[in-house]
């Protein structure tokens, strides 16, 4: 439940427009929320990506933290957003998952679960990449239980 509410938190600094209900993440409305639904999307994304570890680091990519963010991408959400991020900031699991918000926003701003997903992995190309649906299908499964 802590990590919901973190989520949320960084969902709200990042942006996404919540209803009186959405804020109030002890009581989701029985229709899903962007936000509940980015939750479990985020939630799913920290086990495949890292198994929940805030401090994995892959170095063959050097893909850093909870979320593993590549420095690339770090370099395009300051570059797109006008922010300051740093490589060490990934590893901090809420401003992770505020580059995260932030980049859906731009590219994915009807908040689809597969799209967040695809583009997550395969760059803001990635719903027309082929390579991605592997990863979408390993998120997917991770939602469903």
Request: charged share 20%; net charge positive; aromatic share 6%.
């Amino acid at each position: 439940m802590l990590r919901r509410l973190a989520i949320a938190g960084a969902m709200l600094v990042a942006s996404i427009p919540v209803g009186k209900a959405e804020c109030h993440l002890l009581n989701i409305p029985s229709k899903p929320s962007p936000i509940s639904i980015m939750c479990d999307v985020i939630s799913a994304m920290e086990q495949v990506e890292s198994a929940g570890n805030p401090l994995a680091f892959n170095h063959k990519e050097k893909a850093a933290g909870i979320l593993q963010i590549r420095p690339i991408m770090v370099k395009e959400i300051n570059r797109r957003c006008g922010t300051n991020y740093t490589n060490e900031d990934c590893f901090d699991p809420i401003k992770a998952t505020i580059m995260f918000v932030r980049l859906q926003l731009l590219t994915n701003p009807k908040l689809s679960p597969e799209k967040a997903a695809r583009i997550w992995n395969g760059g803001y190309k990635g719903m027309h990449k082929e390579t991605t649906v592997k990863y979408w299908q390993s998120v997917k499964a991770v939602m469903n239980g």
